[in-house]
């Protein structure tokens, strides 16, 4: 079997709607590495976008997903219940930050964790508009889209989203929108929009992901926090992407010093199944009355063992300091770059969430070309890499945390090589 055949068998039998960044179809897969059906190895910096944290196949997780295998893989925890999901949500109510009582749900994607986060703030609070930030994405279901601050390709064509949701723009300081610029659209936004005593929720990425990995500055977080007080509207952490020991501690908003009122988490959660869960304050998700959240699948056995097992390895890894490690040593290999190749404008990013920017030399403007280039170049000598951002112009680097020390080495020496031949 070789790719091509199986990408032109691809191309007659699945939709283009579901892009592909690469050709190279999965044999097999152990902790940051990938084998393809024709046998070549390539390092995984994409980690099936931020979902393999603890590495392909973590030991432990596949141990968890095996025993649970054996003993049964789908009742319905609405049906039959299971004490694994009670334990996991107990672990999740004790690791959210915020000094109160907490209570979860779990679902299977990041979009159905922002659709019940949504469901529950309205419900909670009897009121109907959300507010979300340019640049943000938060999943491909009709919420989800309409919540996603970039049209283009997630929601051009795909019909009238659901109403009362509003965009404001997202702090950036490279891109000359300052936290101040984003507050005052904010209060604009409640002069000339929507009163805010209307507003149910204000949903934000502690650190932008499809957006272009631009991390919420503290005293944006803080400001939005007194705003939804003043106003008594709820703040949803949208930690999809940026949870589970990805910016250095188990979740981003611990890098800030206020709590939201609910967070959505999936990807990283259950290290490579499908499960996604809403966890906040318990007198806000008990709101909704029994049936009016879950689902068929919601919270399925084999992601919950599978999220168990994350997160003792998080834990017993030290996989918190292991991303901060990992992103310096990403960092200082860039930095050291910077002298040699002008068009890389931005180097940043908390932990081992970390991005690379780059811009056209000559018009200063953002550079998705090279950016794509750099991925391609990677990609030739065998390291996946990922591009984001509304002008495309983005690296973003989601390796496991679990990468080991040669195979990082072996990705910065790709990944400097890259860099300079595009530059040549
Ligand atoms: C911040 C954020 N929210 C929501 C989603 C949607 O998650 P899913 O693709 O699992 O529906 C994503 C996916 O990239 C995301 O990064």
Same mark, same amino acid.
């Given at each position: 079997m070789s790719n091509a055949t199986i990408s032109a068998r691809k191309n007659a039998?699945?939709?283009?709607?579901?892009? *592909?960044?690469?050709q190279i179809y999965a044999e097999r897969a152990e902790n940051s590495e990938i084998w393809d059906v024709e046998g070549r190895r390539y390092i995984d910096f994409a980690s099936g976008i931020a979902v393999v944290n603890t590495g392909h196949r973590h030991p432990k997780v596949i141990e968890a997903v095996k025993a649970q295998l054996d003993r049964f893989t789908h009742t319905c925890h609405q049906v039959v219940p299971y004490e694994n999901y009670v334990r996991l949500a107990e672990r999740l109510n004790g690791l959210l930050p915020g000094k109160f009582d907490k209570k979860t749900i779990f679902a299977t994607t990041g979009a159905e964790a922002v659709e019940n986060a949504v469901k529950i703030a309205r419900h909670a609070t009897g009121r109907q508009a959300v507010v979300a930030f340019t640049g943000a994405f938060h999943g491909r279901t009709f919420m989800g889209m309409a919540l996603?601050?970039?049209?283009?390709?997630?929601? #051009?064509?795909?019909g009238a989203m659901p109403g009362d949701v509003f965009h404001v723009p997202f702090p950036i300081a490279l891109h000359g929108v300052t936290t101040a610029d984003s507050l005052a659209a904010l209060d604009k936004l409640f002069k #000339?929009?929507?009163?805010?005593?209307?507003?149910a929720a204000i949903i934000v990425e502690p650190v932008q992901g499809e957006g272009g990995f631009y991390e919420a500055p503290r005293d944006f977080v803080s400001a939005l926090r007194k705003i939804c007080d003043q106003h008594g509207i709820l703040l949803i952490a949208d930690?999809?992407?940026?949870?589970?020991?990805?910016?250095?501690? *188990?979740? #981003? *908003?611990?890098?800030?010093d206020v709590a939201p009122d609910l967070t959505t988490m999936a990807k990283s959660l259950a290290g490579g199944f499908p499960l996604s869960a809403v966890t906040g304050r318990a007198e806000l998700m008990d709101?909704?009355?029994?049936?009016g959240l879950g689902g068929t699948?919601?919270?399925?056995p084999l992601g919950v063992a599978a999220a168990n097992a994350v997160l003792d390895v998080i834990e017993e890894e030290k996989l918190n300091d292991r991303a901060n490690l990992l992103g310096s040593r990403l960092k200082q290999r860039l930095e050291a770059l910077r002298d040699d190749v002008p068009e890389i404008v931005d180097i940043r990013g908390p932990g081992f969430m970390n991005a690379v920017e780059f811009n056209d030399l000559k018009t200063k403007l953002p550079s998705a070309e090279f950016a794509n280039n750099v991925r391609l170049k990677a990609l030739d000598k065998g390291l996946i890499l990922l591009t984001c951002g509304v002008y495309g112009n983005v690296i973003r680097f989601l390796a496991p945390?679990?990468?080991?020390d040669n195979v990082m080495t072996e990705a910065l020496d790709i990944l400097e090589t890259s860099i300079r031949e595009v530059r040549a």
């Open positions: 039998a699945i939709s283009r709607g579901v892009g *592909m960044t690469t996603t601050g970039k049209v283009q390709p997630y929601k #051009a064509g795909f #000339a929009d929507v009163d805010p005593a209307r507003v930690e999809v992407q940026t949870g589970f020991a990805r910016t250095g501690k *188990m979740f #981003a *908003m611990e890098h800030h709101s909704p009355n029994p049936g699948y919601a919270g399925n945390i679990t990468v080991q």
